[in-house]
């Protein structure tokens, strides 16, 4: 290990120890968005990357979402609920592959995040979508889904994602919603057309909360519409966890099949009120 790594390496480690961040817990993040009506916008390793000069693999790097991501990330709008990662400060309850990547993760990159956060600010945690995969005990996943899912209990609500995404096919993750509509944004690279994602939010809401999954533009997108007066939620991967989680509670005999509405293709399809080519 050359000599300059292994000081990073080092000071990161050390920093550990040190760090006076304010990061809610997946509890109290979930109960902040529910009971409130404040905005979400998230941070993970992804955008710190690309914040940092580098890309992820459906995001190339873009000088201007770098300096977007930047200035949010050090914003202060007491409506709108930064997500950092609580795995800054600790891994506690991760399993082995989730706490040995965030371990790594954080032995670089540490440093940046103390830089860039405020420790007088009070964070939720980033992963808060993320509630099932990387734990150890899934015990608390059941009551953490259903907490979530109560923040569109009987709400319209307007979905912005990409192609790929298709949130809550094949599942029941917004049954418990009142309405539904889609816009369908480019899955790679969705900041080259970020204005006109923007543009056509607010052309099609109808005074729904917007739910978003499209990577760091998502993160974008819910400070802007936030800044509006448009209450948004970057929701990111909780599909992919749902589904996991799904299929866990079945083969676990911890749901019963009778009470679990699937949103079909079919019905996915007639959501769609824009598509972008």
């Not at 209450?231 to 991967?237: E, M, N, Q, T």
Request: contains cysteine.
């Amino acid at each position: 290990m050359k000599l300059k790594t292994y000081m990073v390496y080092t000071y990161n480690r050390f920093l550990k120890y040190f760090i006076n961040l304010n990061i809610l817990n997946n509890d109290e993040s979930i109960n902040e968005i529910v009971t409130t009506n404040k905005s979400l916008v998230r941070y993970g390793d992804g955008e710190m990357s690309i914040i940092l000069g580098g890309y992820i693999n459906f995001q190339k790097y873009d000088a201007q979402l770098s300096r977007r991501l930047k200035d949010i990330l050090m914003s202060d709008d007491h409506n709108i609920m930064i997500g950092i990662p609580l795995a800054i400060k600790n891994t506690t309850g991760y399993n082995k592959e989730a706490s040995d990547f965030w371990k790594q993760n954080m032995d670089t990159g540490r440093m940046h995040w103390n830089k860039l956060c405020n420790p007088k600010k009070i964070y939720c945690n980033a992963s808060m979508t993320r509630l099932f995969i990387d734990y150890e005990d899934k015990g608390n996943s059941i009551k953490w889904f259903n907490q979530f899912k109560e923040i569109w209990s009987n709400k319209d609500i307007l979905l912005i994602e990409g192609k790929e995404s298709k949130l809550g096919i094949n599942n029941d993750l917004f049954s418990n919603s009142n309405d539904i509509k889609r816009i369908i944004a480019p899955s790679r690279d969705a900041y080259d057309r970020y204005e006109e994602i923007l543009e056509t939010i607010i052309r099609y809401r109808k005074d729904q909360l917007v739910l978003l999954s499209l990577g760091p533009t998502a993160t974008i997108l819910a400070y802007d519409l936030a800044k509006r007066g448009i209450r948004a939620l970057d929701i990111g991967h909780i599909q992919l966890e749902y589904n996991e989680f799904i299929k866990y509670a079945k083969e676990n005999k911890l749901l019963n099949d009778n009470n679990i509405r699937s949103l079909t293709s079919e019905e996915y399809k007639s959501q769609i009120i824009y598509e972008f080519s």
